[in-house]
């Protein structure tokens, strides 16, 4: 039995992610950045929202995650978290406000939980921000770390193809993994790594390791809320499995509002007072 059918609004706490992981039992994870769409999906019974700084792209239209500030990021967790009954709400600190600067990390993710009421959040990076994390859990807020493809370090990589194909890569990873359990993180994101190395992650840490393009044998999956519901559709990578067409759902919406509109059809007579 599922963590959401038997206790429907009990608040997901990482204490439960850590038991579902022991069961055996998949995690569930989507993104959500603003009041209304955060409601729906935690209605629908996530077990965890991300406040991404994708929000950057699918809400701001910014070509990458780098531009979003940790003021915006406050602003669409402050949103979230007020729609939210059930699902654990993880909040990305922003790039900028925590790499090579463990004070600087403190405060920003301390902004995050006072501000917004998030309850984690999540950076990207292993050994070279091992400070941050330690930092930022010894206040007792809650970090989930992000491996693999990183987006905040796009402009170093050059590219947004699959990470650690390569075995010095793939051990790094693996040994970064490890850094990030030691240090204190409740969980763990790989972003875009060959499926046998994000199993081999999985089993070599007890905490929870979400995948998004990582395979099926991790601990839970990740999606960004936009492109699976066919939101935004020009970006279809590999892993991405759409479970809707919104897009088109709603140019036909409007256009026939339009056409209401232009035809003197809405308001009728029952729509008028």
């Known amino acids: 039995m599922s963590v959401h059918q038997s206790t429907h609004l009990k608040r997901i706490t990482t204490h439960i992610l850590q038991e579902m ?21 935690d209605a629908a019974g996530i077990d965890m929202i991300l406040v991404g700084d994708s ?22 967790a402050t949103a979230v ?3 939210v009954e059930r699902a654990l709400v993880v909040v990305d600190i922003p790039f900028g406000s925590y ?15 006072k501000e917004s009421g998030a309850h984690a959040v999540k950076v990207e990076g292993g050994a070279e921000i091992r400070e941050s994390v330690v930092r930022i859990l010894s206040a007792g807020v809650p970090v989930m770390g992000h491996l693999g493809l990183t987006p905040q370090s796009i402009y170093k990589f050059g590219t947004y193809t699959v990470r650690a194909r390569e075995k010095e890569e793939a051990g790094k990873l693996l040994e970064d993994a490890k850094i990030l ?10 972003e875009k790594i060959p499926a046998q190395l994000a ?22 999956q990740v999606l960004v809320l936009h492109d699976m519901l066919g939101i935004t ?29 232009k035809s003197a059809d809405f308001p009728n007579e029952k729509e008028s007072y």
């Open 99 to 113: 790499q090579g600067n463990s004070s600087e990390a403190l405060r920003s993710a301390i902004r995050i939980m």
């Open 181 to 190: 359990e030691e240090c204190g993180c409740f969980a763990l994101v790989l």
């Open 233 to 261: 559709q020009e970006f279809k990578p590999r892993f991405l499995r759409q479970y809707a067409d919104i897009r088109n759902t709603m140019l036909e919406a409007v256009g026939k509002y339009i056409q209401d509109v």
């Open 21 to 41: 992981k022991k069961r055996k039992e998949k995690i569930s994870m989507l993104t959500a950045y603003d009041f209304s769409m955060a409601g729906i999906v």
């Open 81 to 83: 978290v007020r729609a």
């Open 55 to 76: 929000a950057s792209n699918v809400m701001a239209g910014h070509e990458t995650t780098l531009p979003i500030t940790l003021d915006q990021m406050i602003y669409h």
């Open 199 to 220: 199993r081999r992650v999985a089993e070599a840490v007890t905490i929870p390791v979400i995948g998004i393009g990582a395979g099926p044998d991790v601990d839970g």
